[in-house]
Antibody, heavy 123, light 106 residues
Framework: EVQLLESGGGLVQPGGSMRLSCATS????????MSWVRQAPGKGLEWVSG????????YYADSVKGRFTISRDNSKNTLDLQMDSLSVEDTGVYYC????????????????WGQGTLVTVSS | DIQMTQSPSSLSASVGDRVTITCQAS??????VTWFQQKPGKAPRLLIY???KLETGVPSRFSGSGSGTDFTFTISSLQPEDIATYYC????????FGGGTKVEIK
């Protein structure tokens, strides 16, 4: 059974940093790209970042480029998102999502999702 | 960046009605569209990929069609458990979601 479990959310002040993690099981982790998708309160879904299964090539939405860093540890089957210079606009539920292929390019993401972790940026 | 314009933003229909949602891409994206269902407080659920292929385990009343820039998602006979928000997603160039359609029972 495929499982994804996010952790690391909470309250952080504007300008602060936070690191999210996604622990996975039930599939060959290194064979699939992974993504982070977020959802602001009462709003729609926004893709944040994606990473190749093995090459560690990364991709970012313009809204987080230069502030967020996605990484993965294929030996531990984990996915991380380091978030720096956070602003109130970064508040929301962050989901990790499994890709459908090893590359996030030309392949959909989201055949499996975690339950999400809430990040609140507020003073 | 590719934009996905989804409409309507909300709709109200009766049980048994046919429901149709559309997504228009800002450029040709071939067949690279998925459709998701999201219920309140839950993670999204994949329903359709490659514009028209039904994900395993998804009821056959859900369907998708289209290619190029215009895509359609249909629920052939709305059921009470289909109350949710539906999103399209393009994956021709990275990922972009449509704005969502909230489906309610009349």
């Amino acid at each position: 059974e495929v499982q994804l479990l996010e952790s690391g959310g909470g309250l952080v002040q504007p300008g602060g940093s936070m690191r999210l993690s996604c622990a996975t099981s039930g599939f060959s982790f290194s064979s699939y790209a992974m993504s982070w998708v977020r959802q602001a309160p009462g709003k729609g879904l926004e893709w944040v970042s994606g990473i190749h299964g093995r090459s560690a090539v990364t991709y970012y939405a313009d809204s987080v480029k230069g502030r967020f860093t996605i990484s993965r540890d294929n030996s531990k089957n984990t996915l991380d998102l380091q978030m720096d210079s956070l602003s109130v606009e970064d508040t929301g539920v962050y989901y990790c999502a499994k890709g459908s292929a090893i590359s996030p390019i030309g392949a959909y993401s989201g055949d499996f999702w975690g339950q999400g972790t809430l990040v609140t940026v507020s003073s | 960046d590719i934009q996905m314009t989804q409409s309507p933003s909300s709709l109200s229909a009766s049980v048994g009605d046919r429901v149709t949602i559309t997504c228009q891409a800002s450029q040709d994206i071939s067949k690279y569209v998925t459709w998701f269902q999201q219920k309140p407080g839950k993670a999204p659920r994949l329903l359709i990929y490659d514009a028209s292929k039904l994900e395993t385990g998804v009821p056959s009343r859900f369907s998708g069609s289209g290619s190029g820039t215009d895509f359609t998602f249909t629920i052939s006979s709305l059921q009470p458990e289909d109350i949710a928000t539906y999103y399209c997603q393009q994956y021709d160039n990275l990922l972009t979601f449509g704005g969502g359609t909230k489906v309610e029972i009349k």
